[in-house]
């Protein structure tokens, strides 16, 4: 047993308290100001009780958090239930050499276990011993209920575990994000979250330059010279879709140069290592991220390019989880932000097994079908301008059937960018063209396999496979699906899938072996 | 293949028929405070409402059904989107029966089988006796004892 161990916790109310205090106060300036003192010494008197009463305890199995202060909480998370531990530190953090050490583990709404304000060695430290406990349990314990394991000889990758897991050792490098693929990565990714920054800048600054209304009068400035009206009010119906535009082009403008600095930010400084059979991953440049992830926790493998990255030649690799990620509340890791396509595509294969996939396409229908789709979308655009200039002034509704013109690309461009592969021990799954993500899933990982048929794939013959594995797929993210291909290769795959995952279930049981590499460069 | 208990058609119905009255209701608030709605487009927008919901519920009667194979429980269901799925036993986390006060009036309850996926990761057969409802729990769970994995997540 370990000692117990105080979280340096006390620190954060009393801090946001005087932080926030005064400049949410000072809007009512007055009798409320000596209100200010009285909730200092509280969230003092708060985050010294919180600071006492929270305590956390490394034990044999699990690792035990109690925590709060009116209504308590405890918690003892079993090692193997981990799926990873996540340390970042924000600027205060490093500052003072604090680190926030968050535990995941599957399912749930959020992270499992966050413990604030540790020292960056004690960080650490807890790190390793969790990953260290981990890798034990998963030896002893791995099949409770049978002694398979425990009569047979150590297998492979048991030795190798036993070789590196002790202490955790210094890991070895796997990957390294260099200057000019972080920069290249800044450029070609953008980011929709970034499209809050904008607005956030323009509340910052509100009270200084914004006119009498609800729009900012640079908005307006910068429409001008382009046709824009002169006022909001009694404005035609002309000027003010040039404004909408100039301001679309602003925002978006806006919006990728913060999202390449984001970018930066984040990923900055990027190394990928392996530290006995998890993968160890730090970067950032003023919040500094770094943590663990169990290779045998990884539950499938994908390849992302955008448009830009696929013209130069690049494609990211993520690993997916059970757990949450430390941004974004998914369970994507980046395993290797950005590098060359083939080096990427390289490592996928390296790092599942998977042979080489040679991609299937759906039948030629599906392509029909996004036509027929993407010209009903297009057809709707059209009638909306014709509603609009019958309610207004504006008169040249049949420009907006230009549109038309890019529906026969569009529908080809999905169409080219679906693919599957059946592999041995894999299935591989491609779709998508403004974010395509080729998704490689290992049979033994699924969950659960539907075939869909909406009533106009029903007409056509067609169906779509949605194979689900353990994880927490976000909007961004939909669970894999091979779209529109003929039913009954629908029928055969997804008879296959369930084939392989009862037979890949009995080979782990005898073998013990991962079937994931975590020397994947 | 095994069906629902023909029951769930009138639970189905009643959901359907509470739809169309909010629809009436709605409507009603629409032509009282902003435009006039003719009260006669009102009748048929519910009546079209309510055969629309009662097609549907006869129809999705007629296409529900779930089996219990070697290696999974397989179900067929959707009027719009067909869905076909298997959950492997391997795969199942815990198994509950439900019993909601309509469903209990009509004497009927629910299964509800829980995967660690992110799509389908509850599957909920509706529309069965209590007995069934516990033998299948009772079946479902053994099934998921005997075949468990050692790589649960």
């Known amino acids: 047993m370990l000692a117990l161990q105080h979280g340096a916790t006390g620190f954060s109310v009393p801090v946001l308290l005087v932080g926030l205090g005064p400049s949410v106060l000072d809007i009512d300036i007055g009798p409320l100001l000596a209100l200010v003192p009285i909730g200092l010494v509280a969230g003092v008197g708060y985050g010294i009780a919180y600071y006492y009463r929270f305590t956390y305890e490394v034990t044999a199995s699990t690792f035990d958090v109690s925590s709060g202060v009116f209504a308590r909480r405890s918690r003892e998370i079993p090692y193997r239930r981990i799926q990873n531990v996540d340390l970042s530190q924000g600027l205060f953090e490093r500052l003072f050499g604090l680190a926030v050490v968050s535990i995941e583990t599957a399912g749930g709404g959020d992270t499992e276990a966050t413990l604030r304000f540790v020292s960056e060695d004690e960080a650490e430290r807890l790190r390793a011993e969790i990953r260290r406990l981990t890798a034990a349990t998963g030896e002893s314990t791995a099949d409770p209920d049978s002694d398979r394991s425990a009569s047979d000889e150590p297998t492979a990758s048991e030795r190798t575990r036993e070789n590196h897991s002790p202490g955790g050792g210094a890991p070895t490098l796997l990957f390294d994000l260099e200057v000019r693929e972080l920069l290249l990565y800044a450029v070609t990714s953008f980011r929709w979250g970034a499209a809050v920054f904008p ?203 230009v549109v038309f013109v890019a529906v026969p690309p569009a529908a080809h461009l999905k169409y080219v960018n679906l693919g599957y592969f059946v592999g041995a021990d894999h299935l591989v799954i491609r779709s998508g063209f403004w974010n395509r993500q080729t998704t490689v899933i290992p049979y033994y990982r699924i969950q659960t396999v539907s075939t869909r048929r909406s009533v106009f794939q029903r007409r056509l013959g067609l169906a779509s496979l949605a194979v689900d594995t353990a994880s927490s797929r976000t909007f961004a993210w939909g669970s894999p699906t091979i779209y529109d291909i003929d039913l009954e290769t629908a029928r055969e795959i997804h008879d296959t899938g369930r084939e392989r995952l009862q037979s890949a279930l009995r080979e782990r049981a005898r073998t013990d072996d991962l079937g994931l590499s975590v020397d994947f460069t | 293949m095994e069906t629902l208990h023909p029951r769930i058609r009138l639970i ?88 909601g006060p309509i469903e209990r009036a009509l004497g009927l309850s629910s299964v509800v089988v829980y995967t660690a996926g992110s799509r389908n990761a509850d599957v909920r057969i509706p529309g069965l006796t209590p007995d069934r409802a516990r033998s299948l729990q009772e079946t479902l769970r053994e099934l998921a004892v005997e075949s468990e994995g050692d790589d649960a997540v």
Request: aromatic share 12%; no cysteine.
């Open chain 1, 199 to 401: 607005i956030a800048i323009l509340v910052f600054l509100g009270g200084a330059d914004s006119g009498p209304g609800l729009v900012p009068a640079f908005v307006i400035d910068a429409a001008r010279p382009f046709g824009g009206p002169d006022a909001l009010e009694g404005a035609a119906v002309g000027p003010l879709l040039v404004l909408a535009a100039v301001t679309a082009v602003q925002w978006s403008v806006f919006t990728y140069v913060s999202s390449a600095i984001y970018t930066v930010a984040n990923y900055y400084g990027f190394r990928l290592g392996r530290a006995g059979e998890d993968f160890v991953y730090e970067r950032g440049l003023v919040q500094r991220y770094s943590g663990s992830i169990p290779v045998e926790k990884v539950q499938s493998v994908s390849v992302t390019e955008n448009p830009l990255q696929r013209l130069v030649g690049y494609a990211g690799l993520w690993v997916e989880t059970a757990g949450y990620g430390p941004d974004s509340g998914s369970s994507n890791q980046s395993a290797v932000p950005l590098a060359g396509t083939d080096r990427v595509y390289r490592f996928a294969e390296n790092l599942t097994g998977v042979e080489t996939p040679e991609f299937r396409s759906p039948p030629r229908l599906a392509r029909r079908r996004y036509f027929v789709r993407y010209s009903i979308v297009a057809a709707v655009i059209v009638a909306a301008a014709i509603g609009l200039s019958r309610v207004s002034t504006f008169d040249r509704w049949y420009l907006t059937a």
């Open chain 2, 12 to 99: 189905w119905i009643a959901r359907g028929a509470i739809a169309a009255v909010v629809l009436a209701v709605a409507l009603v608030a629409l032509d009282q405070w902003r435009v006039t709605v003719p009260p006669l487009a009102i009748a048929a927008a519910v009546a079209v409402a309510l055969v629309l919901a009662v097609g549907y519920a006869v129809r999705l009667y007629q296409v529900w059904r779930f089996e219990l194979q070697d290696d999974a429980l397989y179900l067929e269901r959707g009027v719009v989107t067909f869905v076909e799925t298997a959950v492997p036993f391997v795969r199942v986390q815990h198994v509950d029966t439900q019993f």
